[in-house]
């Protein structure tokens, strides 16, 4: 039996004190995990601790994924870089991908292959045409699918994703998910991710956990 992606036992997180505790999880490779629940239950102090961005305060975290770009994070708040364009943002994700061996080992050839693979995820995303354009000029919705790209680039094998099917129509929201399920089934990884919609939820996620079942403290994430 394959080891799983990630395995999460007796975990507390929060800022002053426990947003949530006792959250127990483990999520195999192939799968999709969407995290449900009222607003303030702390979801996304979970994912970002998950994420390495902010300590436990106890339990445990054990990832199987690669030290260098295992883990891809599409945080609400985006993170682009708004004066650059849509080729540098994604181009960020390849470079944090990358082994250290192949780039310095051959920088021609990685050069040629970075940039094929930039413009084969911004084509996934449907953004192509707007691939020179920098971040400031686009859609909030057209930004998201950056953020995915950025992230499919990175080539991970956990993808953490706090809401980012927000502010996409249907027809895009549909075209992510399919792309994300694809991803993750493609290549044997596994996603996390946040999601306020139930409906979303069940669309892409193979099981949902809902975090009012485990220890929460009512307050406000920060």
Known sequence: MAKPIVKIKDLSVGYNGPLVSGFNLEIK?????????????????????????????????????????????????????????????????????????????????????????????????????????????LSGGQQRRVATARTIAQSPELILADEFLSELDKENADSIIRLMRDYVKNNNSAMLLVEHHLDRANQIADRIVDLGEFEVNSGEEE
Do not use: F, M
């Open 29 to 137: 490779p192939g799968e999709i995990v969407a995290i449900v629940g009222t607003s303030g239950l702390g979801k996304t102090t979970l994912l970002r601790t998950i994420a390495g961005l902010i300590p436990k305060l106890s339990g445990r975290i054990i990832g199987n994924v690669r030290r260098r770009g295992g883990i891809g994070y599409i945080p609400q708040r985006l993170g682009l870089v708004r004066h650059a364009s849509v080729y540098h943002n994604v181009e960020l994700g390849a470079r944090c991908g990358v082994k250290i061996n192949d780039e310095s080992g051959n920088i021609l050839n990685w050069s040629k292959r970075k940039s094929v693979l930039i413009h084969q995820t911004v084509k996934l995303v449907g953004l192509t045409e707007k691939i020179n354009e920098p971040i400031r000029r």
